[in-house]
């Protein structure tokens, strides 16, 4: 399989509405995942900060996440879907082949 790019992107969600991300992020991962080029998708509570979380996904390119995704349909129904429970976010681009 061709390398992949992991995205991380690190959530800070309003107070108290922790419990409705997840479940926004449950109703919408499929969507991602149908995503040009989206190969895997993860959501990971901090195990240390309250409102933080990991949102880690597999992508074939960082073009097919920061240039093709944000205007797919697909693009489109996952920001509409987040973008209410979002304080701050911090995204990041990794090569996933390990060292």
Same mark, same amino acid.
């Given at each position: 399989?061709?390398?992949?790019?992991?995205?991380?992107?690190?959530?800070?969600?309003?107070?108290?509405?922790?419990?409705? !991300?997840? *479940?926004?992020?449950?109703?919408?991962? &499929?969507?991602?995942?149908?995503? %040009?080029?989206?190969?895997? @998708?993860?959501?990971?509570?901090?195990?240390?900060?309250?409102?933080?979380?990991?949102?880690?996904?597999?992508?074939?390119?960082?073009?097919?996440?920061?240039?093709? !995704?944000? *205007?797919?349909?697909?693009?489109?129904? &996952?920001?509409?879907?987040?973008? %209410?429970?979002?304080?701050? @976010?911090?995204?990041?681009?990794?090569?996933?082949?390990?060292?």
């Amino acid at each position: 399989m061709a390398p992949m790019i992991l995205e991380h992107a690190k959530f800070t969600i309003h107070p108290g509405q922790e419990r409705a !991300f997840e *479940d926004a992020y449950r109703s919408v991962r &499929v969507t991602l995942l149908l995503a %040009p080029g989206c190969r895997s @998708a993860q959501l990971h509570r901090s195990a240390e900060q309250q409102g933080v979380y990991l949102l880690q996904v597999g992508w074939d390119t960082v073009a097919h996440h920061t240039e093709q !995704f944000p *205007d797919t349909d697909q693009g489109k129904d &996952v920001i509409a879907t987040f973008s %209410p429970f979002l304080a701050a @976010a911090d995204v990041t681009h990794f090569d996933a082949e390990s060292l």
